[in-house]
């Protein structure tokens, strides 16, 4: 009988000391908890070759030496971005707390399109920091002799209209936002209506092809391409669509000089984590950031690519995106075709 | 001409230890890449930029071209022995390639194959390096009017890769280019036949269509027979001869088809967005059209395959032309090796050949010895790599099917694609079956966009005249009246072919 007590109180001896040793663990991991733990992943949402990828290629290994832990490179192609988009948006943490994803403005902003019928809003994303900007510039032939400049093309626009060809990327994308909102603003200055056609297409070099070769007369593009051809006197570059001049085409003037008010568009690519994702877990990412772009080797790798970095996060980084957000309204492509 | 001989002189600078040992690298991982299905040059390229970093400029960019000469010609590996091409360039080569593959002629196509991709290689090179500055000027002349054109030019060759039945034929041609207007439209933004499937609205991939069309189909079919058996047709294994080295009277007989086919890729080169994948169904359509009675186009004709492997070869040189002077890439290899360009502090035009004549000559040097050293390098592994022909169906038929899907999921990185590939394969394999022409499909994917754009473009810039504008260049002329001496020649020969008796239709 006392043998069978003496086994109980055993027994719960060992249960004790269980559930101590569980408590502890539990206490100590609430202590430490330690982040970074494990490697990163930060997915590109296109294929290995593009622009977003070649600048995450170069920004990943600096990254990986601030936060102590590697970084990988893990590319989501398809659905024009949307396929690796709509992971990001179903992160949660602690899941995904070592995954990071570049999101595309303005091309997310395709969610604003009630034809694609996507659930996903600005506010399905966790946006950690600006990454790179790119700000749209407009360029013409060196030898164009029907205008040197904005003002002469905004002339000839109006004399001629629908005869200049203005070459884009794609509707919706950050070109064709920014020459429609141009125009808009110019008209508002110049008096108008200012009537061009649009061709769209994907590359830059099938752009640059169709303006040498005459079949565009305009064309919209993003500066860190063409800074090169700026020097090359085969293009010129007639404005940027940025709030002050470009520091190496300091002979450019920016749209906002001719329409007198402010018009900003660019291409950029965030950062995002899980929506959820703890504070204390966003600020070490933050803080990691925010040194690798002042890293000195990368900064002179980012004058090599063309990539300008720039640091903006918290309520700055939502009224950017607010104000793509309205650009995007304002311009409204998805209603022509209804 | 002293220029020519001042030009020779950076010939030398390729043949330093770390350049040589760059090169050598950038053959074996291209021939490694460019061999499985899924895995391309253009991202082999993408993933060695940052190993890049380290290197000076002459020997980043040794590395990267030499990627991008080896992948274009190891994707005719597997397309020639597996008809599971590892590249789109590579898409005719699997025609031809295979059915000399199961009569036992491996070993000869692999040497053609070979000798046709090194020379046309060197030939793309010389004219890179001779004459790029005027030949960029050709670039320009290709506008939208002229883009739809060389789509259709691409487009009539369906006529002649139809073998069996040219209705069937051109079924398969249309349902490519159905196919080809699935995702987002650039053009308006409209979502066409994307079902509100996320998945769809990026289009469905060429990459899928390769490796599901061919890859996966193929190893669908090598499942049917006895698992033991190898893929050679019945007594046939004796036939299987291991010469590696190019015999003269082959490329005497091959001489004009090569000499043709070598043009053709040049020329298509240059035209930015057009590449290797086109110019191979251009230069083979253009060989079957010459048939003499007696060849056996569909069945195994050396003459196909050269055409096919010279043409695709041919490219690489010329399509850095626009890309060196330009800074237009003539397809999405030479976009990212023009990525890299920059990123070293190279930026296009014809300053680079002048103020960086040191670094941009050494490379064009080197991408001419690099498609040498690949041509040696290549007969010493084709030997091991034709053993593929003794393999049982069995192993094949699973190895195939691991590697399509591996492949397919390492290059999109989504399970979607996945699934689209899985549909293409099932797709190519009852078309296979059917006697449809699942290349004819492949080449309506590649085409339409490009016929596509070009079209809807045309009409754009021509503000209302279409007709009046096109009669106005003389490159759309020039391109409308090849088109037609194209489509009365083949009428011609079929007419001709038939009246001997000899008809195309004749039983497999």
């Known amino acids: 009988m006392s043998g069978t007590h003496s086994g109980r109180r055993c027994q719960l001896v060992v249960l004790l000391m269980f559930l101590a040793a569980i408590l502890c663990s539990a206490i100590t991991a609430r202590a430490e908890d330690p982040y970074p733990r494990k490697a990163f992943k930060l997915m590109v949402p296109w294929s290995p070759g593009g622009g977003t990828d070649r600048s995450a290629r170069a920004f990943a290994p600096v990254l990986a030496k601030y936060l102590g832990q590697p970084v990988g490179i893990i590319n989501v192609d398809g659905g024009g971005g949307w396929v690796g988009w709509a992971q990001a948006a179903k992160w949660t943490d602690p899941e995904n707390d070592h995954d990071l994803a570049y999101v595309n403005l303005p091309h997310i902003l395709s969610f604003l399109d009630p034809r694609l019928k996507r659930t996903e809003t600005l506010d399905s994303f966790g946006w950690l920091a600006l990454h790179t900007v790119d700000p749209c510039i407009w360029v013409i032939r060196e030898n164009e002799t029907r205008y040197r400049d904005v003002e002469g093309f905004v002339e000839y626009v109006k004399e001629n209209p629908g005869k200049v060809t203005f070459a884009v990327s794609g509707v919706g994308g950050d070109d064709h936002l920014g020459a429609v909102a141009g125009l808009r603003a110019l008209e508002e200055k110049y008096g108008g209506p200012l009537k061009v056609t649009f061709t769209y297409s994907n590359g830059d070099g099938e752009r640059i092809a169709a303006l040498l070769g005459g079949s565009a007369d305009v064309l919209g593009g993003n500066v860190a391409y063409y800074i090169a051809y700026a020097m090359e006197a085969q293009m010129k570059p007639i404005c940027v669509l940025a709030k002050q001049r470009v520091r190496d085409m300091p002979t450019v003037p920016t749209l906002a000089e001719y329409a007198g008010k402010p018009i900003v568009v660019s291409a950029a690519r965030y950062l995002a984590v899980a929506k959820n994702m703890p504070e204390y877990k966003r600020k070490i990412l933050l803080d990691a950031v925010q040194k690798a772009y002042a890293d000195p080797e990368y900064i002179i790798t980012c004058n090599k690519m063309g990539d300008v970095v720039q640091y903006v996060t918290g309520e700055d980084l939502r009224k950017q995106l607010e104000e793509f957000k309205a650009l995007a309204e304002s311009v409204a492509y998805w209603k022509d075709a209804q | ?508």
Request: charged letters at 10%.
């Open chain 2, 1 to 508: 001409m002293h220029e020519v001989l001042a030009n020779l002189g950076y010939l030398l600078d390729v043949f330093t230890l770390y350049n040589m040992a760059a090169m050598l690298l950038g053959i074996c991982v291209g021939l490694v890449i460019g061999a499985i299905p899924g895995l391309n040059p253009p991202m082999a390229i993408a993933l060695l930029i940052p190993l890049s970093f380290q290197m000076p400029p002459a020997t980043a960019l040794i590395l990267l071209t030499s990627v991008y000469a080896a992948g274009m010609y190891g994707g005719s590996f597997s397309a020639i022995l597996l008809r599971a091409p590892g590249t789109s360039a590579s898409a005719a080569t699997a025609i031809e390639g295979w059915e000399m593959t199961i009569r036992g002629k491996a070993v000869q196509a692999v040497r053609v194959s070979t000798f046709a991709s090194v020379v046309g290689g060197v030939l793309s090179a010389l004219v890179l390096i001779l004459v790029a500055p005027p030949a960029a000027k050709v670039a320009l002349l290709f506008q939208p009017a002229e883009y739809f054109l060389v789509g259709l030019l691409g487009l009539v060759s369906i006529a002649s890769v139809s073998f069996k039945s040219l209705s069937k034929g051109l079924i398969s041609g249309f349902i490519g280019i159905v196919m080809s207007t699935v995702g987002i439209d650039m053009k308006s933004a409209f979502p066409r036949f994307t079902f509100d499937m996320m998945a769809l609205e990026g289009g469905l991939g060429i990459m899928p269509a390769i490796i599901g069309l061919f890859a996966l189909a193929q190893a669908l079919s090598i499942a049917e027979g006895d698992a033991s058996a190898t893929i050679l047709k019945t007594g046939e294994t004796h036939k299987v001869k291991w010469e590696l080295w190019p015999k003269w009277s082959e490329i005497v007989y091959l001489r004009w088809v090569l000499i043709r086919s070598w043009i053709i890729g040049i020329i298509i080169g240059i035209i930015p967005a057009a590449g290797g994948s086109v110019a191979q169904w251009i230069a083979y359509s253009d060989a079957i059209r010459r048939a003499k009675p007696g060849d056996c186009f569909g069945q195994g004709e050396i003459k196909g395959l050269a055409a096919c492997e010279a043409s695709n070869n041919a490219v690489t040189g010329t399509s850095m032309i626009p890309m060196f002077i330009l800074g237009i890439p003539g397809g999405i290899s030479a976009a990212v090796i023009m990525g890299a360009l920059m990123i070293h502090g190279l930026n296009p035009g014809m300053r680079l050949f002048t103020e960086s004549a040191g670094v941009v000559y050494p490379v064009m040097w080197g991408f001419l010895v690099a498609n040498i050293v690949m041509g040696f390098f290549s007969v010493w592994v084709a030997r091991s790599m034709a053993y593929v022909t003794f393999f049982p169906r069995g192993l094949l038929a699973p190895l195939i099917i691991t590697f399509s899907f591996a492949g397919q999921y390492a290059s999109s990185g989504n399970i979607y694609d996945v699934w689209v590939m899985m549909f293409f394969g099932i797709l190519g394999y009852v078309m296979e079956k059917f006697d449809f022409v699942p290349a004819a499909t492949l080449l309506g994917l590649i085409l339409g966009p490009i016929c596509e754009a070009g079209f809807r473009d045309w009409f754009i810039v021509s503000h209302g005249n279409p007709v009046s504008y096109l009669l106005g260049r003389p490159m759309a002329d020039a391109l409308l009246a090849l088109l037609a001496v194209m489509l009365w020649y083949s009428i011609q020969h079929k007419r001709r072919l038939k009246s001997r008796g000899s008809v195309a239709e004749e039983p497999a």
